[in-house]
DNA sequence: TCATTAGAGTGAACGGCGTTAGCTAAATGA
DNA sequence: TCATTTAGCTAACGCCGTTCACTCTAATGA
Protein backbone atom coordinates (compact mmCIF):
# COMPACT_ATOMS: atom_id res chain seq x y z
CA UNK A 1 0.00 0.00 0.00
CA UNK A 2 2.06 3.04 1.55
CA UNK A 3 -0.78 5.20 0.35
CA UNK A 4 0.19 8.64 0.39
CA UNK A 5 -3.03 10.50 2.27
CA UNK A 6 -0.74 12.97 3.60
CA UNK A 7 -0.66 14.58 0.27
CA UNK A 8 3.04 14.60 0.59
CA UNK A 9 5.48 13.65 -1.83
CA UNK A 10 5.20 9.76 -2.73
CA UNK A 11 8.38 7.06 -2.20
CA UNK A 12 8.09 6.92 -6.00
CA UNK A 13 8.80 10.91 -6.27
CA UNK A 14 11.22 11.21 -3.78
CA UNK A 15 12.93 7.97 -5.68
CA UNK A 16 12.88 10.32 -8.77
CA UNK A 17 14.04 13.44 -7.23
CA UNK A 18 16.96 11.78 -6.08
CA UNK A 19 17.73 10.25 -9.17
CA UNK A 20 17.28 13.56 -10.39
CA UNK A 21 19.59 14.96 -8.49
CA UNK A 22 22.56 12.49 -9.07
CA UNK A 23 22.30 13.05 -12.88
CA UNK A 24 22.54 16.94 -11.91
CA UNK A 25 25.66 16.24 -10.18
CA UNK A 26 27.30 14.15 -12.53
CA UNK A 27 26.18 16.40 -15.29
CA UNK A 28 28.21 19.17 -13.08
CA UNK A 29 31.03 17.79 -12.38
CA UNK A 30 31.66 16.36 -15.98
CA UNK A 31 31.06 20.51 -16.75
CA UNK A 32 33.11 21.33 -13.78
CA UNK A 33 36.22 19.17 -15.06
CA UNK A 34 35.96 19.13 -18.87
CA UNK A 35 33.90 22.27 -20.00
CA UNK A 36 30.83 22.75 -21.84
CA UNK A 37 31.43 20.61 -24.71
CA UNK A 38 32.50 17.88 -22.34
CA UNK A 39 29.39 16.83 -21.21
CA UNK A 40 28.13 13.81 -22.28
CA UNK A 41 24.71 11.48 -21.72
CA UNK A 42 26.79 8.54 -22.10
CA UNK A 43 29.08 9.61 -19.68
CA UNK A 44 26.72 10.62 -16.98
CA UNK A 45 25.00 7.37 -17.47
CA UNK A 46 28.07 5.63 -17.15
CA UNK A 47 28.81 7.14 -13.58
CA UNK A 48 25.19 6.91 -12.25
CA UNK A 49 25.06 3.27 -13.14
CA UNK A 50 22.60 3.00 -15.80
CA UNK A 51 21.63 2.92 -19.38
CA UNK A 52 21.97 5.71 -21.68
CA UNK A 53 18.48 5.27 -22.63
CA UNK A 54 17.29 5.61 -18.64
CA UNK A 55 17.84 8.96 -18.70
CA UNK A 56 15.08 9.63 -21.15
CA UNK A 57 13.10 9.09 -18.23
CA UNK A 58 14.24 12.02 -16.47
CA UNK A 59 15.21 14.86 -19.20
CA UNK A 60 13.59 14.92 -22.48
CA UNK A 61 17.32 15.33 -24.89
CA UNK A 62 21.02 16.35 -23.51
CA UNK A 63 20.33 19.71 -24.37
CA UNK A 64 16.80 20.10 -22.20
CA UNK A 65 18.99 18.72 -19.10
CA UNK A 66 21.65 21.27 -19.87
CA UNK A 67 19.06 24.25 -19.95
CA UNK A 68 17.84 22.43 -16.39
CA UNK A 69 21.27 22.56 -15.58
CA UNK A 70 21.67 26.67 -16.22
CA UNK A 71 18.37 27.19 -14.33
CA UNK A 72 19.42 25.51 -11.50
CA UNK A 73 23.07 27.63 -11.59
CA UNK A 74 20.87 30.76 -11.83
CA UNK A 75 18.82 29.92 -8.88
CA UNK A 76 22.31 29.15 -6.79
CA UNK A 77 23.59 32.48 -8.45
CA UNK A 78 20.37 34.70 -6.88
CA UNK A 79 20.37 32.83 -3.84
CA UNK A 80 24.09 33.92 -3.14
CA UNK A 81 23.19 37.33 -3.82
CA UNK A 82 19.64 38.30 -2.26
CA UNK A 83 21.95 36.48 1.12
CA UNK A 84 24.43 38.98 0.28
CA UNK A 85 22.50 41.76 0.29
CA UNK A 86 20.19 40.86 2.92
CA UNK A 87 23.48 41.54 5.55
CA UNK A 88 22.90 45.41 4.56
CA UNK A 89 19.03 46.74 5.40
CA UNK A 90 16.19 47.53 3.15
CA UNK A 91 17.02 51.14 3.09
CA UNK A 92 20.25 50.92 2.26
CA UNK A 93 20.75 50.77 -1.39
CA UNK A 94 23.74 51.56 -1.89
CA UNK A 95 25.20 48.76 -0.08
CA UNK A 96 23.18 46.03 -1.08
CA UNK A 97 23.97 47.09 -4.65
CA UNK A 98 27.61 46.84 -3.79
CA UNK A 99 26.70 44.02 -1.88
CA UNK A 100 24.98 42.37 -5.17
CA UNK A 101 28.03 43.52 -7.76
CA UNK A 102 30.85 41.61 -5.46
CA UNK A 103 28.52 38.35 -5.07
CA UNK A 104 27.91 38.76 -8.59
CA UNK A 105 31.89 38.78 -9.91
CA UNK A 106 32.56 36.45 -6.55
CA UNK A 107 29.94 33.59 -8.08
CA UNK A 108 31.46 33.98 -11.60
CA UNK A 109 34.55 33.67 -10.59
CA UNK A 110 34.37 30.74 -8.61
CA UNK A 111 32.10 28.91 -11.07
CA UNK A 112 33.68 29.50 -14.24
CA UNK A 113 32.33 26.71 -16.28
CA UNK A 114 28.89 26.90 -14.67
CA UNK A 115 29.08 30.73 -15.79
CA UNK A 116 30.99 29.96 -19.13
CA UNK A 117 27.58 27.25 -19.73
CA UNK A 118 25.11 29.76 -18.66
CA UNK A 119 26.63 32.57 -21.13
CA UNK A 120 27.40 30.45 -23.77
CA UNK A 121 24.11 29.01 -24.10
CA UNK A 122 22.66 29.82 -27.53
CA UNK A 123 18.87 31.00 -26.05
CA UNK A 124 18.61 33.82 -23.18
CA UNK A 125 21.87 35.09 -22.85
CA UNK A 126 20.49 37.93 -20.03
CA UNK A 127 18.26 39.92 -22.37
CA UNK A 128 17.12 42.51 -20.14
CA UNK A 129 13.67 42.15 -20.66
CA UNK A 130 11.20 40.11 -22.01
CA UNK A 131 9.35 41.61 -25.00
CA UNK A 132 8.87 44.52 -22.79
CA UNK A 133 6.62 43.11 -20.47
CA UNK A 134 7.50 42.69 -16.68
CA UNK A 135 8.30 39.52 -15.36
CA UNK A 136 5.44 38.74 -13.05
CA UNK A 137 3.54 37.20 -15.43
CA UNK A 138 5.70 35.08 -16.64
CA UNK A 139 4.87 34.61 -20.94
CA UNK A 140 4.65 30.86 -22.09
CA UNK A 141 7.24 30.79 -24.82
CA UNK A 142 10.22 32.15 -23.81
CA UNK A 143 13.14 30.42 -22.93
CA UNK A 144 13.82 29.74 -19.29
CA UNK A 145 17.00 30.81 -19.05
CA UNK A 146 16.22 34.16 -20.29
CA UNK A 147 13.77 34.28 -17.45
CA UNK A 148 16.12 33.56 -14.91
CA UNK A 149 18.73 35.92 -16.30
CA UNK A 150 16.45 38.84 -16.41
CA UNK A 151 15.19 37.95 -13.01
CA UNK A 152 19.43 37.92 -11.54
CA UNK A 153 19.47 41.60 -13.51
CA UNK A 154 16.17 42.74 -11.78
CA UNK A 155 17.92 41.52 -8.12
CA UNK A 156 20.43 45.01 -8.52
CA UNK A 157 17.87 47.12 -10.39
CA UNK A 158 15.38 46.97 -8.28
CA UNK A 159 18.09 48.16 -5.95
CA UNK A 160 18.78 50.69 -7.88
CA UNK A 161 15.42 51.93 -8.37
CA UNK A 162 14.82 52.26 -4.88
CA UNK A 163 18.42 54.48 -5.09
CA UNK A 164 16.38 56.38 -7.23
CA UNK A 165 13.30 57.02 -4.93
CA UNK A 166 14.80 57.78 -2.11
CA UNK A 167 17.36 60.53 -3.69
CA UNK A 168 14.38 61.68 -5.10
CA UNK A 169 12.54 61.63 -1.65
CA UNK A 170 15.42 63.74 -0.50
CA UNK A 171 15.26 66.18 -3.23
CA UNK A 172 17.98 65.55 -5.77
CA UNK A 173 16.03 65.01 -8.81
CA UNK A 174 19.03 63.65 -11.76
CA UNK A 175 21.86 60.96 -10.56
CA UNK A 176 25.68 62.41 -10.04
CA UNK A 177 28.07 62.03 -12.33
CA UNK A 178 28.55 63.17 -15.90
CA UNK A 179 25.22 64.12 -17.22
CA UNK A 180 23.03 62.18 -19.60
CA UNK A 181 24.29 62.58 -23.42
CA UNK A 182 21.55 63.93 -25.46
CA UNK A 183 19.88 60.99 -27.31
CA UNK A 184 16.88 60.55 -29.83
CA UNK A 185 13.35 59.84 -29.08
CA UNK A 186 13.18 56.29 -30.04
CA UNK A 187 16.23 55.19 -28.07
CA UNK A 188 14.78 57.14 -25.21
CA UNK A 189 11.75 54.85 -25.68
CA UNK A 190 13.27 51.88 -25.89
CA UNK A 191 15.42 52.47 -22.87
CA UNK A 192 13.05 53.20 -20.68
CA UNK A 193 10.50 50.13 -21.90
CA UNK A 194 13.59 47.88 -21.40
CA UNK A 195 14.62 48.92 -17.65
CA UNK A 196 12.00 51.21 -16.58
CA UNK A 197 9.54 48.46 -14.83
CA UNK A 198 11.73 47.48 -12.03
CA UNK A 199 9.01 49.73 -9.94
CA UNK A 200 5.71 49.18 -10.46
CA UNK A 201 3.71 51.71 -12.05
CA UNK A 202 6.28 54.06 -11.62
CA UNK A 203 9.18 54.97 -14.81
CA UNK A 204 12.76 55.65 -13.76
CA UNK A 205 13.44 58.55 -15.23
CA UNK A 206 15.98 58.24 -17.92
CA UNK A 207 18.90 59.90 -16.80
CA UNK A 208 18.96 56.94 -13.89
CA UNK A 209 18.37 54.09 -16.30
CA UNK A 210 21.57 55.44 -18.53
CA UNK A 211 23.28 55.60 -15.58
CA UNK A 212 22.50 51.71 -14.47
CA UNK A 213 22.97 50.38 -18.06
CA UNK A 214 26.32 52.06 -18.35
CA UNK A 215 27.06 50.54 -14.92
CA UNK A 216 26.02 47.20 -15.79
CA UNK A 217 27.91 46.86 -19.15
CA UNK A 218 30.73 47.98 -16.84
CA UNK A 219 30.05 45.15 -14.40
CA UNK A 220 29.11 42.73 -17.12
CA UNK A 221 32.63 43.56 -19.20
CA UNK A 222 34.95 43.00 -16.23
CA UNK A 223 33.29 39.58 -14.91
CA UNK A 224 33.21 38.21 -18.51
CA UNK A 225 36.51 39.22 -19.10
CA UNK A 226 37.74 38.03 -16.01
CA UNK A 227 35.92 34.55 -16.25
CA UNK A 228 37.49 34.34 -20.24
CA UNK A 229 41.08 35.42 -18.86
CA UNK A 230 41.53 38.14 -20.53
CA UNK A 231 41.55 40.78 -17.97
CA UNK A 232 44.87 43.19 -18.48
CA UNK A 233 45.40 41.82 -14.49
CA UNK A 234 46.18 38.02 -13.49
CA UNK A 235 47.44 38.05 -9.84
CA UNK A 236 45.99 41.42 -8.05
CA UNK A 237 41.85 40.48 -9.67
CA UNK A 238 40.23 40.78 -6.41
CA UNK A 239 41.66 44.33 -6.10
CA UNK A 240 41.63 45.57 -9.49
CA UNK A 241 37.95 44.64 -9.10
CA UNK A 242 37.25 45.97 -6.29
CA UNK A 243 38.88 49.44 -7.45
CA UNK A 244 37.30 49.15 -10.84
CA UNK A 245 33.39 49.06 -8.89
CA UNK A 246 34.81 52.07 -6.51
CA UNK A 247 36.00 54.22 -9.31
CA UNK A 248 32.87 53.48 -11.40
CA UNK A 249 30.93 54.30 -8.21
CA UNK A 250 32.58 57.66 -8.10
CA UNK A 251 32.50 58.31 -11.62
CA UNK A 252 28.56 58.11 -10.88
CA UNK A 253 29.40 60.97 -8.27
CA UNK A 254 28.34 58.80 -4.91
CA UNK A 255 30.60 58.08 -2.03
CA UNK A 256 31.94 55.50 -1.25
CA UNK B 1 57.16 18.91 -66.24
CA UNK B 2 56.04 22.29 -65.19
CA UNK B 3 59.24 23.00 -63.05
CA UNK B 4 59.58 25.98 -61.10
CA UNK B 5 62.56 27.88 -62.03
CA UNK B 6 60.97 31.26 -61.17
CA UNK B 7 60.96 30.42 -57.36
CA UNK B 8 57.46 31.10 -57.50
CA UNK B 9 54.31 28.74 -55.81
CA UNK B 10 54.54 25.45 -57.80
CA UNK B 11 50.96 24.11 -59.46
CA UNK B 12 50.67 21.78 -56.26
CA UNK B 13 51.39 24.94 -53.63
CA UNK B 14 48.33 26.46 -55.78
CA UNK B 15 46.21 23.41 -56.10
CA UNK B 16 46.83 22.91 -52.31
CA UNK B 17 46.25 26.54 -51.14
CA UNK B 18 43.07 26.51 -53.40
CA UNK B 19 42.12 23.50 -51.53
CA UNK B 20 42.70 25.07 -48.08
CA UNK B 21 40.87 27.88 -49.24
CA UNK B 22 37.96 25.86 -50.13
CA UNK B 23 37.94 24.17 -47.17
CA UNK B 24 37.75 27.37 -44.19
CA UNK B 25 35.41 28.49 -47.13
CA UNK B 26 33.12 25.80 -46.36
CA UNK B 27 33.60 25.74 -42.27
CA UNK B 28 33.23 29.33 -42.18
CA UNK B 29 29.45 29.14 -44.16
CA UNK B 30 28.56 26.02 -41.68
CA UNK B 31 29.65 28.34 -38.42
CA UNK B 32 27.87 31.24 -39.74
CA UNK B 33 24.84 28.57 -40.49
CA UNK B 34 24.75 26.76 -37.67
CA UNK B 35 27.13 28.35 -34.90
CA UNK B 36 30.52 27.07 -33.23
CA UNK B 37 29.60 23.57 -32.51
CA UNK B 38 27.52 22.94 -35.61
CA UNK B 39 30.53 22.74 -37.74
CA UNK B 40 31.33 18.82 -39.15
CA UNK B 41 34.56 17.78 -40.49
CA UNK B 42 32.80 15.32 -42.46
CA UNK B 43 30.15 17.67 -43.43
CA UNK B 44 33.13 20.03 -44.66
CA UNK B 45 34.42 16.90 -46.37
CA UNK B 46 30.92 16.35 -48.09
CA UNK B 47 30.26 20.07 -49.59
CA UNK B 48 33.99 20.01 -50.44
CA UNK B 49 33.55 16.91 -52.72
CA UNK B 50 36.14 14.83 -50.43
CA UNK B 51 36.69 11.98 -47.80
CA UNK B 52 36.82 13.44 -44.19
CA UNK B 53 39.96 11.26 -44.58
CA UNK B 54 41.30 13.62 -47.09
CA UNK B 55 41.47 16.94 -44.98
CA UNK B 56 43.75 15.66 -42.73
CA UNK B 57 45.98 16.14 -45.16
CA UNK B 58 45.81 19.77 -44.91
CA UNK B 59 44.86 20.26 -41.62
CA UNK B 60 45.85 17.96 -38.27
CA UNK B 61 42.47 18.45 -35.97
CA UNK B 62 39.11 20.01 -36.26
CA UNK B 63 40.46 21.65 -33.82
CA UNK B 64 43.86 22.60 -35.80
CA UNK B 65 41.29 24.31 -38.54
CA UNK B 66 39.26 26.13 -36.17
CA UNK B 67 42.46 27.66 -34.13
CA UNK B 68 43.19 28.63 -37.88
CA UNK B 69 39.71 30.15 -39.26
CA UNK B 70 40.20 31.88 -35.96
CA UNK B 71 43.04 33.58 -36.81
CA UNK B 72 42.30 34.24 -40.04
CA UNK B 73 38.92 36.31 -38.34
CA UNK B 74 41.40 38.35 -36.18
CA UNK B 75 43.52 39.19 -39.38
CA UNK B 76 40.28 40.43 -41.02
CA UNK B 77 39.21 42.43 -38.11
CA UNK B 78 42.91 43.72 -37.69
CA UNK B 79 43.02 44.15 -41.38
CA UNK B 80 39.18 46.45 -41.24
CA UNK B 81 40.46 48.12 -37.80
CA UNK B 82 44.03 49.47 -39.09
CA UNK B 83 42.18 50.28 -42.86
CA UNK B 84 39.84 52.38 -40.74
CA UNK B 85 42.45 54.14 -38.50
CA UNK B 86 44.45 55.10 -41.40
CA UNK B 87 41.73 56.93 -42.88
CA UNK B 88 42.85 59.78 -39.72
CA UNK B 89 46.59 61.24 -39.58
CA UNK B 90 49.20 59.47 -37.27
CA UNK B 91 49.02 62.19 -34.78
CA UNK B 92 45.39 62.34 -34.69
CA UNK B 93 45.44 59.77 -31.87
CA UNK B 94 41.86 60.56 -30.77
CA UNK B 95 40.25 60.51 -33.95
CA UNK B 96 42.37 57.04 -35.03
CA UNK B 97 41.13 55.37 -31.40
CA UNK B 98 37.44 56.49 -31.99
CA UNK B 99 37.83 54.57 -35.61
CA UNK B 100 39.66 51.84 -33.47
CA UNK B 101 36.70 51.29 -31.26
CA UNK B 102 33.94 51.51 -33.78
CA UNK B 103 35.55 49.39 -36.19
CA UNK B 104 36.05 46.58 -33.41
CA UNK B 105 32.44 46.97 -32.59
CA UNK B 106 31.06 47.31 -36.52
CA UNK B 107 33.22 43.87 -36.72
CA UNK B 108 32.12 41.52 -34.03
CA UNK B 109 28.61 42.60 -34.64
CA UNK B 110 28.16 41.96 -38.38
CA UNK B 111 30.10 39.12 -37.79
CA UNK B 112 28.41 37.37 -34.73
CA UNK B 113 29.76 33.83 -35.12
CA UNK B 114 32.97 34.52 -35.72
CA UNK B 115 33.05 36.19 -32.99
CA UNK B 116 31.26 33.94 -30.73
CA UNK B 117 33.91 31.16 -32.05
CA UNK B 118 36.80 33.59 -31.04
CA UNK B 119 36.13 34.61 -27.72
CA UNK B 120 34.77 31.09 -26.67
CA UNK B 121 37.47 29.30 -27.89
CA UNK B 122 39.42 27.86 -24.74
CA UNK B 123 42.76 28.73 -24.77
CA UNK B 124 43.47 32.55 -26.12
CA UNK B 125 40.78 34.44 -24.82
CA UNK B 126 42.45 37.89 -25.60
CA UNK B 127 44.88 37.94 -22.92
CA UNK B 128 46.55 41.04 -22.93
CA UNK B 129 50.15 40.18 -22.81
CA UNK B 130 52.32 36.86 -22.71
CA UNK B 131 54.06 36.50 -19.54
CA UNK B 132 55.02 39.98 -19.71
CA UNK B 133 56.68 40.57 -22.80
CA UNK B 134 55.93 42.15 -26.04
CA UNK B 135 54.60 41.07 -29.00
CA UNK B 136 57.55 41.87 -31.34
CA UNK B 137 59.73 38.64 -30.51
CA UNK B 138 56.72 36.17 -30.70
CA UNK B 139 57.46 33.17 -28.42
CA UNK B 140 57.17 29.37 -29.58
CA UNK B 141 55.14 28.31 -26.62
CA UNK B 142 51.78 30.67 -26.89
CA UNK B 143 48.66 29.34 -28.84
CA UNK B 144 48.22 31.46 -31.88
CA UNK B 145 45.03 32.87 -31.09
CA UNK B 146 46.16 35.09 -28.10
CA UNK B 147 48.65 36.30 -30.41
CA UNK B 148 46.34 37.23 -32.52
CA UNK B 149 44.49 39.03 -29.81
CA UNK B 150 47.00 40.59 -28.29
CA UNK B 151 47.85 42.33 -31.55
CA UNK B 152 44.16 43.51 -31.98
CA UNK B 153 44.28 45.19 -28.36
CA UNK B 154 47.85 46.79 -28.97
CA UNK B 155 46.59 48.59 -32.30
CA UNK B 156 44.22 50.98 -29.64
CA UNK B 157 46.83 50.31 -27.38
CA UNK B 158 49.61 52.15 -29.23
CA UNK B 159 47.43 54.69 -30.52
CA UNK B 160 46.36 55.26 -26.68
CA UNK B 161 50.23 55.37 -25.80
CA UNK B 162 50.91 57.84 -28.43
CA UNK B 163 48.36 60.16 -26.82
CA UNK B 164 49.38 59.90 -23.75
CA UNK B 165 53.24 61.01 -25.02
CA UNK B 166 51.58 63.57 -27.08
CA UNK B 167 49.66 64.72 -24.19
CA UNK B 168 53.30 64.94 -22.09
CA UNK B 169 54.49 66.94 -25.09
CA UNK B 170 52.20 69.36 -24.45
CA UNK B 171 52.41 69.81 -20.92
CA UNK B 172 49.45 67.12 -19.75
CA UNK B 173 50.73 65.06 -17.17
CA UNK B 174 47.72 63.20 -15.73
CA UNK B 175 44.65 61.89 -18.01
CA UNK B 176 41.80 63.85 -17.96
CA UNK B 177 38.63 62.67 -15.79
CA UNK B 178 38.61 60.91 -12.31
CA UNK B 179 41.56 60.73 -10.93
CA UNK B 180 43.20 57.48 -10.54
CA UNK B 181 42.30 55.64 -7.37
CA UNK B 182 44.76 54.54 -5.29
CA UNK B 183 46.03 50.82 -5.77
CA UNK B 184 48.72 48.58 -3.85
CA UNK B 185 52.23 48.07 -4.96
CA UNK B 186 51.80 45.12 -6.50
CA UNK B 187 48.66 45.84 -8.28
CA UNK B 188 50.70 48.83 -10.17
CA UNK B 189 53.31 46.66 -10.42
CA UNK B 190 51.47 44.18 -12.66
CA UNK B 191 49.28 46.79 -14.13
CA UNK B 192 52.22 48.49 -15.99
CA UNK B 193 54.23 45.30 -16.92
CA UNK B 194 50.95 43.91 -18.84
CA UNK B 195 50.05 47.31 -20.58
CA UNK B 196 52.86 49.58 -20.03
CA UNK B 197 54.67 47.94 -23.06
CA UNK B 198 52.87 49.78 -25.90
CA UNK B 199 55.83 51.75 -26.38
CA UNK B 200 59.30 50.58 -26.55
CA UNK B 201 61.48 51.02 -23.53
CA UNK B 202 59.46 53.53 -22.07
CA UNK B 203 56.81 52.38 -19.82
CA UNK B 204 53.44 53.97 -19.73
CA UNK B 205 52.54 55.93 -16.70
CA UNK B 206 49.82 54.25 -14.03
CA UNK B 207 47.22 57.02 -14.43
CA UNK B 208 46.91 55.97 -18.49
CA UNK B 209 47.28 52.39 -18.01
CA UNK B 210 44.30 52.39 -15.73
CA UNK B 211 42.39 54.72 -17.73
CA UNK B 212 43.37 52.69 -20.66
CA UNK B 213 42.26 49.06 -18.81
CA UNK B 214 39.12 51.19 -17.77
CA UNK B 215 38.17 52.17 -20.98
CA UNK B 216 38.58 48.58 -22.32
CA UNK B 217 36.52 46.91 -20.14
CA UNK B 218 33.95 49.22 -21.48
CA UNK B 219 34.13 48.58 -24.84
CA UNK B 220 34.63 44.77 -24.46
CA UNK B 221 31.47 44.38 -22.39
CA UNK B 222 29.61 47.09 -25.07
CA UNK B 223 30.41 44.83 -27.61
CA UNK B 224 30.37 41.58 -25.97
CA UNK B 225 26.90 42.01 -24.50
CA UNK B 226 25.72 43.47 -28.09
CA UNK B 227 26.82 39.65 -29.75
CA UNK B 228 25.30 37.48 -26.87
CA UNK B 229 22.48 40.05 -27.31
CA UNK B 230 21.94 40.92 -23.79
CA UNK B 231 22.12 44.56 -24.58
CA UNK B 232 18.91 46.52 -22.50
CA UNK B 233 18.35 48.14 -25.94
CA UNK B 234 17.64 45.75 -29.21
CA UNK B 235 16.44 48.42 -32.34
CA UNK B 236 18.81 51.34 -31.47
CA UNK B 237 21.76 49.39 -30.76
CA UNK B 238 23.93 51.97 -33.22
CA UNK B 239 23.00 55.08 -31.38
CA UNK B 240 23.43 53.27 -28.04
CA UNK B 241 26.68 52.35 -28.47
CA UNK B 242 27.85 55.73 -29.96
CA UNK B 243 26.68 57.59 -27.06
CA UNK B 244 27.87 54.78 -24.36
CA UNK B 245 31.36 55.45 -26.21
CA UNK B 246 31.04 59.18 -26.33
CA UNK B 247 29.70 59.54 -22.58
CA UNK B 248 33.13 57.31 -21.99
CA UNK B 249 35.32 59.90 -23.61
CA UNK B 250 33.82 62.38 -21.86
CA UNK B 251 33.95 60.60 -18.46
CA UNK B 252 37.89 60.47 -18.99
CA UNK B 253 38.05 64.32 -19.88
CA UNK B 254 38.49 64.10 -23.83
CA UNK B 255 36.39 66.55 -26.06
CA UNK B 256 34.10 65.15 -28.23
C1' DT C 1 -6.66 -9.62 -2.41
C1' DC C 2 -5.60 -9.61 -6.96
C1' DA C 3 -5.68 -8.02 -11.62
C1' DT C 4 -4.30 -3.72 -13.75
C1' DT C 5 -1.33 -0.21 -14.81
C1' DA C 6 2.23 3.19 -14.86
C1' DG C 7 7.01 3.73 -14.31
C1' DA C 8 11.92 2.50 -14.32
C1' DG C 9 15.20 0.15 -16.56
C1' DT C 10 17.35 -2.91 -20.36
C1' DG C 11 19.43 -4.19 -24.87
C1' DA C 12 19.95 -3.60 -29.47
C1' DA C 13 20.09 -0.79 -33.11
C1' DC C 14 20.54 3.64 -36.23
C1' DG C 15 23.01 7.26 -38.05
C1' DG C 16 26.47 10.61 -37.20
C1' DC C 17 30.81 12.02 -35.39
C1' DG C 18 36.43 12.58 -35.23
C1' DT C 19 40.28 9.98 -36.16
C1' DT C 20 43.68 6.33 -37.80
C1' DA C 21 45.90 2.90 -40.86
C1' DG C 22 46.95 1.08 -45.09
C1' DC C 23 46.41 1.30 -49.84
C1' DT C 24 46.49 3.37 -54.84
C1' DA C 25 47.51 6.47 -58.30
C1' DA C 26 49.13 10.60 -59.95
C1' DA C 27 52.28 14.42 -60.01
C1' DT C 28 57.05 15.84 -59.19
C1' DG C 29 61.99 16.44 -59.58
C1' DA C 30 66.64 14.50 -60.37
C1' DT D 1 63.17 7.38 -66.78
C1' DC D 2 62.49 6.28 -62.12
C1' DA D 3 62.33 6.98 -57.13
C1' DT D 4 59.82 9.83 -54.16
C1' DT D 5 56.48 12.67 -52.56
C1' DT D 6 51.67 13.78 -52.28
C1' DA D 7 46.47 13.64 -52.58
C1' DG D 8 42.96 10.92 -52.15
C1' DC D 9 40.46 6.59 -51.23
C1' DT D 10 38.36 2.62 -48.41
C1' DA D 11 37.56 0.57 -44.22
C1' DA D 12 37.44 0.45 -39.70
C1' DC D 13 37.42 1.91 -34.53
C1' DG D 14 35.26 3.86 -30.72
C1' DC D 15 32.76 7.47 -29.39
C1' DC D 16 28.21 10.10 -29.43
C1' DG D 17 22.69 11.25 -28.95
C1' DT D 18 18.51 9.11 -29.71
C1' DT D 19 14.69 5.62 -30.57
C1' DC D 20 12.11 1.42 -30.08
C1' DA D 21 10.44 -2.73 -28.27
C1' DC D 22 10.69 -5.21 -24.37
C1' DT D 23 10.81 -6.71 -19.20
C1' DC D 24 10.20 -6.28 -14.48
C1' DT D 25 8.53 -4.19 -10.41
C1' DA D 26 5.97 -1.47 -7.36
C1' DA D 27 1.96 1.19 -6.61
C1' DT D 28 -3.17 1.37 -7.47
C1' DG D 29 -8.16 0.56 -7.43
C1' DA D 30 -12.18 -2.52 -7.35
Known amino acids: MTSNTAGGPTRRERMRAETIAEIKASARKQLQELGPSGISLRAIAREVGVTPAALYRYFDSLDALL ?22 PP ?31 PE ?12 EQAPEDVDPITLKSLEHSQLCGREFAGFWKQTEREGGGTPGGPPMPEVSEALAKELQDQCGAFIVGEPVPLPWVFT ?18 SLPVQENVDEYYKTQIMAMLKDFGLEV
Do not use: P
Open 67 to 88: IQLCCDFYDELIGDTREAMDAS
Open 91 to 121: EDHLERMKAWVWTFRGWAVGHRREFELMISY
Open 124 to 135: GNGAMSVDGRRL
Open 212 to 229: FTSAWIRVFGLVVMETFG
